[in-house]
């Protein structure tokens, strides 16, 4: 600890001392040594007491433990008392910067005169939101990793959110290990709701699953972000957490005994809005580069990133396998159906192409709203029924995805732009210099996928059929070796442009692909 040999008021006693440790959250794992107006601070090793801080004024005021039992009349006492110095607003936002951004109760305590200057200081200060809402980027030389699926090396928890979630809850717990980083959510009642695994726990992939203890020791990698310490409205709950294990014998996608897609199958674009050429070539260069029969000169190549989904061909006991080719090109330039369209509109737009044999890309332009995108999506895929053939109906397989750069390139064309939530790290250069088509293409790459392996929902995925967790979707925000939250991983950079890649295609053409879900290993797979 250190102080400001500085008092708030002129006194002829002994200096009054500012205690601040520098710590965003003050948390203890012992209960017992909180209670209503005080907290005793105890030597680790020997457990006595050594402090005793009596609360006042929304501060707790340590005083020396010598002299609250009577056994030396000269110790200093370490206190806070209300300023009677100048109470401008200068003044009060000094306060208030320097006793770690503490709410607006305190300093109302603090400068019970000053009620509108305390608003509007906490009303546009702009790092009270972020503390409270945004964690600080885990450490890119992380000591820990895991090697196997639900290998604990992370905890943090954020928040509260002055917005509470659409069910009440306001704060958000982050479990993370390199295969499969996964959320939670807890109530006001310290009651934990996983977000993306219930089917993991529901298929008893988790032992245990617990509320973790957070101690005020911890480093970076372990404690809570933006926590006032001072707000009683929040009080310090003791917790425990238990392992994570996987059951190996368990696969995390299941196979649900549908059929994958085979044969030789063309990849069809209908392009709906304004794209320029040069837009149109970058994705069906990319299609093209998928076929192992058109290799690229450089590896790592787009064709070694696909043949990972061959693997659950070879699990499922399939003899064949699928070739995918850049099919026909339909252009919708004139926005027929107008720029907003509905899901039932998007499979009416796939039905435009051949529907046998075939994959149906719709692909919509930056000025085009779809439900859901931007909110909780990126793209979609499906299938449909399609057209009578020699009297049989055949479904066929598209897919959805929408050019992002205009309405939200944070949501789904990271880690080009800027993340609208989450760890706050540089934006990486787009290998195409386009952020919205680059972005497509990392969302198009990850439904190919999921087509590919759940066309009809029943093949591989894990959850429900309509939400599926699926081959890409399995290994969120994973682009390369290292990637932890709001980290891509270590990726290629292009030594002229500056621009990050993992993946070489045709026509000289770099990409970024994501991490697939091996089901050999049970781990995120990646080309570099």
């Known amino acids: 600890m250190s102080g400001m040999n500085y008092t708030l008021e002129k006194n002829s006693g002994p200096p009054e001392w500012i205690i601040d440790t520098r710590a965003t959250n003050h948390m203890t794992s012992d209960i017992k040594l909180l209670n209503k107006d005080s907290i005793f601070d105890s030597d680790l090793y020997s457990g006595k007491v050594k402090e005793i801080g009596r609360e006042r004024a929304g501060l707790y005021y340590l005083l020396s433990h010598q002299n609250v039992t009577g056994q030396s009349k ?5 206190s806070v008392k209300r300023s009677q110095a100048t109470t401008d607003q200068a003044t009060i936002k000094l ?3 320097r006793l770690g951004h503490v709410s607006s ?4 305590h603090l400068f019970p005169s000053k009620k509108s200057y305390v608003e509007d200081i906490i009303g546009k200060c702009s790092i009270c939101p972020c503390a409270r809402q945004t964690r600080l980027p885990f450490p890119i030389k992380s000591p820990s990793f895991s090697t196997n699926p639900f290998d604990l090396v992370h905890i943090d928890v954020w928040g509260p959110y002055k917005v509470p979630t659409c069910d009440g809850k306001k704060w958000e717990v982050t479990f993370r290990e390199d295969m499969f980083p996964f959320k939670a959510t807890m109530d006001t009642q310290y009651q934990l709701f996983p977000l993306v695994s219930q089917e993991l726990i529901k298929d008893n992939a988790l032992e245990t ?4 203890t957070i101690h005020s020791n911890q480093t970076v990698e372990e404690t809570s972000q933006g926590v006032d310490p001072l707000n009683d409205d929040i009080p310090v709950v003791p917790a425990t957490l238990t392992a ?8 995390l996608l299941k196979y649900h005994k549908g059929a994958l897609l085979s044969g030789k199958i063309s990849v069809n674009l209908i392009w709906y809005g304004k794209f320029k050429p040069s837009q149109r070539a970058i994705v069906s260069d990319f299609i093209t580069s998928l076929s192992s029969s058109t290799p690229s000169k450089t590896n790592p190549s787009v064709a070694q990133w696909w043949k990972t989904t061959e693997k659950y061909y070879h699990l499922a006991n399939s003899k064949n396998t699928l070739s995918l080719n850049l099919g026909k090109q339909v252009l919708i330039e004139n926005y027929s159906l107008g720029k907003s369209l509905t899901q039932k509109q998007i499979v009416q737009l796939a039905s435009k192409g051949e529907q046998r044999d075939a994959i149906n890309v719709v692909l919509t332009a930056s000025d085009v709203a779809v439900d859901g995108f931007c909110v909780n999506r990126c793209g979609t895929h499906g299938a449909s029924k399609g057209a009578v053939i020699n009297g049989k109906t055949y479904k066929f397989a598209y897919i959805w995805v929408g050019n992002s750069e205009t309405l939200c390139p944070g949501y789904c064309a990271w880690p080009f ?4 939530y989450g760890p706050q790290s540089p934006p990486l250069g787009a290998p195409n210099n386009d952020v919205g088509v680059d972005g497509m293409v990392i969302n198009l790459a990850s439904l190919l996928a999921g087509t590919a392996t759940n066309p009809f929902g029943n093949g591989y995925y894990q959850g429900e059929a309509d939400a599926p967790l699926e081959a890409a979707s399995a290994c969120p925000g994973v682009y390369a070796k290292g990637a932890y939250p709001g980290y891509a991983g270590d990726l290629l950079v292009d030594k002229t442009t500056g621009a990050s890649y993992n993946a070489h295609g045709t026509n ?3 990409y970024l692909v994501p991490a697939l879900y091996d089901p050999a290993t049970s781990s995120c797979s990646t080309l570099v």
């Open 74 to 78: 000269n110790a200093y006492v370490f």
């Open 95 to 97: 306060w208030h910067n």
């Open 105 to 108: 109760r305190v300093l109302c």
């Open 209 to 212: 699953f617990q509320v973790p």
């Open 244 to 251: 994570l294990v996987q059951d190996p014998q368990m696969q």
């Open 417 to 420: 732009h800027q993340p609208i």
């Open 508 to 510: 000289g053409r770099k």
